[in-house]
Every structure is written in C-alpha cells, then in structure tokens.
C-alpha cells in the first residue's frame, strides 16, 4: 500500500484525516480537490470503515470512474468495488429500484431519456388539442423539469398560485394539466425521466421513515463532490441521508457556481455553515495549475463578487506572463488574429495544438472560429457541442435553401416539409414515398402529380403538401432577385422558423435562435467579402451554397487525431484544463451576456469568467470586437467590465486600445507594450509595411473620406474591417477600378473600390 498521505500538502492532509462530523473542503481552481476527496475515501477504508458504507456522490459517470480506480490503487480493486460511489441520478436509481414497489413501480422500470419524455409530452399536447407553437414540448419539459427540482409535484404545481399566475399569463395555462397527465403515464408506463428519479427518492424518504432510517443507518459516510452545483432536490437528499451519522463532507468551490440555469443553488454551498452548525472548514487555497499572474488575476476580479466564501488563491508556480489583451476591429478580425495567435505560439513554444483552447460565452460565436481554423489549416474540434453547421436549426434552414435551389433534393425535402409543424405526418409520407417510387420521380416532382393520382395521398394531406410546395416556389422567385442574406432572411421569417424559435423561451430556444442570427450574419459577411473582392453580380444562394459546402466538408471531423485546438462555451470548458487558453467575446451584452440583468445574475457571469480564465496553465488572452453584427448589420461593441476589473499589473494592454481604460495611471501601470500585436502581424507570414514610414495609427479617427478616384498607389488607407494598409497597385478605371491593398493584420486584399469605403490615414 502505497504512503499516499506522503503527496498531500498540510492543508489537504488535514481534509483528508479529519473524517468524522460535518466537513466543508472548499477548493480554488486547480487545488487538487479530486485527489482530496479520492484520499479521504481511500483513508476511510483503511482505517477499517466497510466500502458499502461509503456513499460518494459526483455529477458525472467519467468523475465516479476516475476517482474509483484511484482508490483501488491504494486499497485494492475488490474493495474499492463495493463502495456506492456514482452520480446521484445512478445512485438513486439503485435504490429506487431496491424500493420501487412502495411507490408503485416495478424493480424493472424504465428510465426515459429526454427524448422520449419530449415525444411523450408532445403526444399529450396533440391529444389536448393544444396549440403545439405555444405548448413547445422542449419548453413544457424545462417548466416541468425545474418544476420536479423543486419538489414541485403536479398536485402542488396546480396549487401553486404564482406559478398558475405566470402561466396563464405566458398563455401556458395547461401546462399544470400535461404535467398530471405526463406523470399518470409514466407511472402506467412503470417509467421515470431523470428528475423523477431525485423527486421519487425525496417522496420515498417522505412518505416511509423506515426506509428512510434504513439508508442513514447503512451510509456512515457521505462525500459530495461539486456541491456548489447540486440543486435543491440534490440537496435535500444528502442532508436527510446525513442527519444521523452527520459525517457529511462535501468539497466544492462557490466561486465556479455556474449552472442556475440548471437549478444549481449557490446557496447550498452558502449556507453550509448554518445547516451544519459544528462543521470544520478546509480551504485548499493553492493552485497548483496555473501561473501566478493568472491566479492573481482572476482573484482580482472574483473579489468583486458579495456572496462569497472568503479566501485568497496563491499559486506557487512561475510568475508567468501577463495577459494578454487583444483588440479587433470586428468580429471576424478577432478569429482571424486569435488564428494567427495561435500558429505563433505553436512555433515559438513547440506546444501541441491539444494544448490550445479557444472558449466563448454562446454557442453561436463558434461558426467564426471554425471558419478561421480551417482556412488557416489548423485542426480543431467543438468540444460538448456539435459543430456550428452540424446543428439542428442550422441544418433545417440549409435545408430550406437547398430545396430552393435543387427542389429534387428528397433528403431536404424530407427534412422540412413538416417542419414548423404543418399537418403532413409520417403516414403522408410514407404513402408520398411509394408513389414517388412508382412513378420514378422525386418527392418534388410526385407532389406535382398528385392530381393525377388522387388515392394515393388523402385530400386534406394532398392540399398540404401542395401548400408547402407552392411556398418553396415563392422563395425560388427570390434565388435571382434577392441577395443571398435577403432571400435566407426571407426563407426564415416565411417558412416559420423565426417565429418557431423566438417563440421558445428556454434555454435550448434561446440558443437556436441566436444561431439563425450567426448563421445570417455569416451570409453578410460573404457577400462583403465578394463585392469588396471584385464580384460585380448579386451574391445570389448559388454562390453561398457553393461557398457553405466547402465549410460543412466532413473530412476534417473524421480526423481522428487527438491533436486539435478545444473550442467550446466556457460552461463546457468547466473541470478541464490547457496551457493556452483564448477567452474570445469579452463585450459588454455577450459576455456578461446581456440575459442576464440582477446582481445575483451579474455575479455568476463573474464567476463564469473567473472559471474561464482559470482553465489556463501558462497563458491567456483575452479577445473582444469593437463591431458585431446583429441580424445582419454591424454594431458597436463596448469592451467587457471584466477586461477593466482585471488588476492592470497583470494584463498586457496594446498601446492603441483607447477601449481599455480612461484613467492615466491605470494605464501607467500596466506597462503597454506592442508584443501582442507584434506576434500576431509576424505570424500572418505576409510581407510587412514599409520600416521607414512612422506606425500607422489604428483609429479611423485620424482616417479622412476620400474618393475611390483619388487613391494612389503608396498610400495609407483605412478600412472599417481590414484595419491599415497601404495601397500596392492599382487596376481598372471608372467603376471598376480595383485596389490591390497590403493590410498589416490581415495581409494583401484585392478591392473593388466603389464598395471599399477606404479612408486616408494622414
């Protein structure tokens, strides 16, 4: 057995030994809170306390696994095998299934996954004959769900007043009426969804003391892992669990509570003190993950917060560079220098690509970064998420204009033809199919002769199908007419799927909807992009499908390399760790997000970016825009209260980001220097500007309005989204008069110069 009370440190040796009462380790990022919690287990059993006496409870499966296979290292594989060591949802299903008669189910009963508690719902739905744009079975199951965190069964849902109220407000007034019915079902079913499986052991501890006191007397031991994200039906299973034996130790950290969404509770972890009146603390304070210039950092701007445990995070570690601070003039600018980055630093510290993260605040704000990546060739892959163009919305909507385009294409025709909702079921197609194959045509095509063939497809069914092809042919008059942004942006709004997924207030609705928004401004983007590059026609959908292609190109996901940057939300980045790590968005609105308006809301968007900037070992960067598109149009964007609540001792500030700071001694202290930008026009491997001119200014405040006639070879120019350049050669005369243009950050463009707008640095 190896002498693992030797690799503590004091402070982490003192949690670990100190078994008995109610305990509170509270552990800054990276303070080794894992190896803690896995040696206390480790020490209980050594000291001769049985394994199935043990209830370790984690928030996830690969947690349980990694923490279990340690111990048994240290006490052997046997025992190590009879602890109940698992996710609450996994341990709770055990013992409802050791209980299950009491509350009227079978031993055997199924366990619904999210999927089919939405099929259910939305069965319900139908057969209430409820308007399914207003009951959305994704958003009936999230006021369902937090609902059941609540210990909020249907009878008490319906008895709840508030909550009626707000209901029939929304327009939702039948939601207390699918949840009774949803949970007659699941009970005839002999079925529970995830959070029936919290809410049923609540009511089976309720409702039967005696099994109750069975399970305090069989756990002597009760360790709880990631406490400050367990929510109130979590919480109240461990502290009756707990009540007899009362040696509760639950390790976590308030300052990375960042799942409210979820119904986490900051407050659970808050609060410990007053349930648990004679705990002992345990503050695991040094980080042993990152540098002391990152530790410091994020300190400084997590003291900002009110509801917080008191305590100072130090790291040992090397001082470490500073921060550094990024500025791009638009939201594209910003992937294309964090690309650039990102190739300079692999070549200046022989890092692996493995070792590079790139976090944002929404899922939306990947479709830039991917795009960069690629056209830069540096392989990545979107962690916890499907890739932007994989997801569904994205995909519906690439649907739409691929039939617009090709209306032979079934599988986009099958995609969505019902989808919104329009009446044309699964039997329709199916009998639409048969005759399509009869006749040899497409589903398209067959639609077009279902008059000659009028038993084949019910009429009600016929006429919608009809309605729908018909309203794919008004957005084929648009293909020619239109832009390629006007004709998706009317695609969207006509179709309904704008107005399906603003309609959807959850989470997971929000979320869509801002993809459609990205997705769109993707679309401007292009078409800028291709008049400022000389394509004189309109940018038509042709031309975007043919460009969209190129980046759905599923080679690159196939790779099965391990060696690829990490981009994903900071949510997901929660638990992991790189050496480099890119927070990108930090704009007022995005990131704090702008959904988020209380002083309670404000303070878990500081601990989010406090959990962001902690996931870096070595180094960080923080990037913002100073522009962003909004449906289309681009607006102006104030940098991150964040970024100027970050000590300026530790961040590296360019010399021109008037942004950062109004104050002169701030930014006297944070010693400006132009390395970040340095590296970034080094590594864009495109000739320089000339070393005699004196630098160009960065502001289009000392830019002036010039003529697209009067621009001459060798001068300093301005654009709004290329940033400075100097003006290579010239081509063409009139309207079609062409500049070739050497930008310092984003290297030679060739512009048209009627669509440019170019301005004359003095």
Not at 291 to 306: D, E, H, L, M
Not at 570 to 581: N, T
Request: charged share 25%; glycine share 4%.
């Amino acid at each position: 057995m190896s002498n693992y009370l030797d690799e503590l440190s004091e402070v982490q040796r003192e949690a670990v030994t100190s078994t008995d009462g109610p305990g509170l380790v509270i552990a800054s990022a990276g303070s080794g809170k894992t190896r803690v919690l896995t040696y206390r287990i480790a020490h209980l059993l050594t000291l001769g306390v049985k394994p199935w006496s043990v209830l370790a409870l984690t928030f996830t499966n690969k947690a349980a696994r990694e923490m279990k296979e340690r111990i048994a290292r240290i006490v052997g594989h046997e025992t190590a095998a009879k602890l109940w060591m698992g996710t609450f949802h996994s341990i709770f299903a055990k013992i409802l299934r050791y209980e299950a008669d009491k509350l009227g189910y079978d031993k055997n009963f199924t366990i619904y996954d999210t999927t089919d508690s939405k099929n259910l719902i939305a069965q319900i739905i139908k057969e209430l004959k409820l308007d399914v744009q207003v009951y959305k079975p994704n958003e009936v199951l999230s006021r369902i769900s937090m609902a059941k965190n609540n210990l909020l069964t249907p009878q008490a849902y319906a008895q709840n007043a508030t909550i009626m109220a707000s209901d029939v407000k929304s327009r939702k007034g039948e939601i207390h009426h699918i949840y009774s019915l949803y949970s007659l079902r699941c009970q005839k079913a002999s079925a529970m969804d995830f959070d029936d499986l919290l809410l049923n052991t609540n009511i089976l501890f309720r409702d039967f003391p005696d099994v109750l006191q069975k399970y305090q007397s069989k756990f002597r031991y009760i360790l709880v892992d990631e406490y400050q994200d367990t929510n109130y039906s979590q919480y109240l299973i461990v502290k009756k669990l707990s009540q007899s034996h009362r040696n509760l130790c639950v390790v976590g950290d308030d300052a990375q509570s960042i799942y409210s969404f979820r119904g986490a509770k900051i407050e659970n972890i808050l609060n410990f003190q007053n349930d648990y009146p004679d705990y002992t603390l345990f503050k695991l304070e040094q980080n042993y993950r990152s540098t002391q210039t990152i530790v410091n950092a994020a300190n400084s701007v997590i003291a900002k917060n009110k509801r917080q445990i008191p305590k100072v995070a130090y790291s040992s570690n090397e001082v470490g560079e500073r921060i550094k601070l990024i500025k791009a003039f638009t939201d594209q600018e910003e992937g294309f220098l964090v690309a650039s980055e990102i190739l300079s630093l692999v070549h200046q510290t022989r890092c692996s690509y493995s070792d590079i993260a790139i976090l944002y605040r929404t899922n939306a704000q990947s479709r830039i970064f991917e795009e960069t990546l690629r056209k830069r060739n540096i392989p990545y892959r979107i962690y916890g998420s499907l890739s932007f163009y994989q997801r569904k919305e994205i995909k519906d909507l690439l649907a739409y204009i691929r039939l617009t385009v090709n209306p032979n294409d079934d599988e986009a025709f099958r995609r969505v033809v019902n989808y919104p909702a329009r009446g044309i079921g699964d039997t329709t197609m199916e009998h639409l199919q048969a005759l399509a194959n009869q006749l040899g045509l497409s589903l398209w095509q067959t639609v077009g002769e279902l008059g000659k063939h009028s038993g084949a497809v019910k009429p009600p069914a016929a006429k919608k199908l009809l309605e729908f092809r018909n309203l794919v042919v008004s957005f084929q008059q648009k293909v020619y007419t239109l832009d390629a942004y006007e004709a998706v942006y009317a695609i969207a709004n006509s179709s309904g799927i704008l107005n399906d997924l603003k309609a959807d207030k959850s989470q997971e609705g929000i979320s869509r909807f801002q993809n459609i928004e990205e997705m769109l401004n993707g679309i401007r983007e292009f078409i800028e992009n291709q008049k400022e590059e000389g394509f004189e026609e309109t940018v038509t959908l042709v031309d975007y499908l043919e460009n969209v292609a190129l980046l759905t190109d599923q080679d690159t996901d196939q790779d099965s390399s391990t060696n690829r940057i990490s981009v994903m939300t900071v949510h997901s980045a929660k638990g992991l760790e790189f050496d480099y790590v890119f927070l990108t968005g930090l704009e007022e609105n995005l990131f704090p997000s702008n959904m988020n308006k209380s002083p309670d809301d404000m303070e878990e968007e500081r601990r989010l970016f406090y959990v962001a900037l902690t996931r870096a070992a070595k180094r960080a960067y923080i990037t913002y825009a100073q522009t962003r598109y909004r449906w289309g149009s681009p607006v102006h964007c104030n940098p991150s209260r964040f970024i100027n609540e970050i000590d300026p001792e530790y961040i590296d500030v360019p010399f021109d980001d008037d942004d950062y700071s109004n104050t002169t001694e701030r930014q006297a202290m944070a010693k400006p220097t132009m390395k970040g930008f340095a590296s970034q026009t080094a590594t864009s491997n495109l000739s320089s500007l000339s070393n005699s001119r004196k630098p160009l200014p960065s502001t289009p405040d000392m830019a002036k309005e010039i003529l697209p006639d009067a621009i001459t070879v060798g001068m300093a120019v301005y654009h709004a989204r290329f940033g400075e350049g100097i003006v290579e050669s010239i081509d063409g005369v009139g309207p079609n008069r062409k500049a070739l243009v050497n930008f310092s950050l984003v290297g030679t463009k060739n512009l048209l110069l009627k669509f440019a707008n170019l301005k004359q640095l003095e």
